[in-house]
């Protein structure tokens, strides 16, 4: 009887050290209720780049006076060869290499490293020697080309547009479907470009509470997330097409040999 128990004792106890061992890899923020979370204190706020889309709108009591501040597109052509009039959505700023959008009236305008209320404030400082003194602008900047890239182990690998700005790392797995079972929750790699064009990359680790007060935490503009395979997915990818034919091919070699003996037994 103790024969018998022995190896079921050593077996229950394997598949709990397992167990344990896989809850480790698979949970996230694992110490966050042993750590401060005072250096995440504050608001996230977004830094214009080079080469982000902006989208500016002037308004004023006054139309005219904010009009021409506004640039719209105007490509409806009348049957004549005429250009229309007619208003159409906003032209859209793109920041260059050096950091400058060209605004109008105002021209070029230094606005990389600043975040939307900073440009908001610029563009009000620069426009209004050009209004009535009575007028008090109302600016509006959005960034209208934020978006993160999340490939590897996730369960919908997509480029997601961030309409708010703001989004956490957290974020943007959970709207690329997660992390699969097979997604390296330890070791998660962050590429980021900064405002000269140089790459740089780090390694987030999931299971890790601190990651709350790492500076890449919050996500920028063109960031791109790659959650790398873990051992069991990498063996099982070395199992490929040609491993399993010559398993088929064993197979039927097997089966052939099985009934050539039975025939000749008989």
């Known amino acids: 009887m103790k024969k018998i128990l022995i190896p079921f004792v050593l077996l229950t106890i394997v598949i709990f050290i397992s167990s344990c061992s896989s809850t480790k890899q698979v949970a996230y923020f694992q ?5 401060s979370l005072a250096a995440s204190r504050g608001l996230y706020d977004a830094h214009i780049m080079p080469k982000d889309q902006l ?3 002037v308004l004023t009591t006054n139309p005219e006076a904010s009009a021409p501040f ?3 597109v105007r490509n409806a052509i009348s049957t004549d060869g005429q250009l229309s009039m007619s208003g159409g959505s906003l032209q859209g700023y793109l920041v260059d290499n050096d950091g400058n959008i060209n605004f109008p009236i105002v021209g070029s305008l230094h606005v990389q490293g600043l975040t939307k209320n900073e440009c908001q404030d610029l563009i009000k ?3 209004k020697p050009y209004l009535n003194v009575n007028e008090n602008p109302i600016v509006t900047v959005r960034m209208s080309s934020y978006r993160v890239t999340v490939i590897g182990e996730v369960g919908r690998p997509s480029v997601i547009p961030v309409t708010t700005e703001k989004m956490s790392i957290i974020e943007a797995l959970a709207q ?4 699969g079972i097979y997604g390296k929750r330890g070791n998660i790699l962050l590429i980021r470009e900064d405002a000269t064009g140089q790459k740089h990359s780090t390694r987030l680790n999931l299971n890790d509470g601190n990651l709350i007060n790492s500076p890449y935490y919050y996500l920028q503009q063109n960031d791109i997330i790659y959650v790398e395979p873990n051992k069991v997915k ?3 990818s070395a199992i490929g097409s040609s491993t399993t034919l ?3 091919v064993v197979g039927i070699i ?3 040999a099985s009934l050539l003996v039975n025939i000749l037994r008989n």
């Open 31 to 35: 110490n966050i209720d042993s750590i």
């Open 254 to 256: 097997t089966s052939l």
């Open 70 to 72: 506004n640039l719209s």
């Open 125 to 127: 400082s620069k426009i």
């Open 234 to 236: 990498a063996q099982n």
């Open 55 to 57: 989208t500016i709108t």
């Open 246 to 248: 010559w398993f088929s």
């Open 176 to 179: 690329a479907g997660d992390l």
